[in-house]
Nanobody, 124 residues
Framework: QVQLVESGGGLVQAGDSLRLSCAVSGGTFYTTCVGWFRQAPGKEREFVAASSWHAGNPVYADSVKGRCTISRDNDKNTVFLQMNSLQPEDTGVYYC?????????????????WGQGTQVTVSS
């Protein structure tokens, strides 16, 4: 069983930055695919970014490419999502998720385990 705990969300102004953390326990972290998704009020959960040892380079949604960076600390079993130049449309609950290294990293349904989420609110 894999557990994920997100932290780092908050209320910020447009243009600010946030760094989200996802602490992963259980499983074999080194070969696990960890992704970030977000869900805005009234909208479906959508892919943001993912990191997988198997996939090599991280992958990003077009909406965050150039503004977000996902990174992993394999010693601490933690995945980070650095978000810069935040905009009101980035508001939502951010979830991290984990699945086997070979999954389709951008596909929500491929992930087996989910955290409880952390709220990010960007004011204009």
């Amino acid at each position: 069983q894999v557990q994920l705990v997100e932290s780092g969300g908050g209320l910020v102004q447009a243009g600010d930055s946030l760094r989200l953390s996802c602490a992963v326990s259980g499983g074999t972290f080194y070969t696990t695919c960890v992704g970030w998704f977000r869900q805005a009020p009234g909208k479906e959960r959508e892919f943001v970014a993912a990191s997988s040892w198997h996939a090599g380079n991280p992958v990003y949604a077009d909406s965050v490419k150039g503004r977000c960076t996902i990174s992993r600390d394999n010693d601490k079993n933690t995945v980070f999502l650095q978000m810069n130049s935040l905009q009101p449309e980035d508001t939502g609950v951010y979830y991290c998720a984990a699945g086997p290294y070979h999954i389709r990293a951008t596909i929500l349904a491929d992930y087996d385990f989910w955290g409880q989420g952390t709220q990010v609110t960007v004011s204009s």
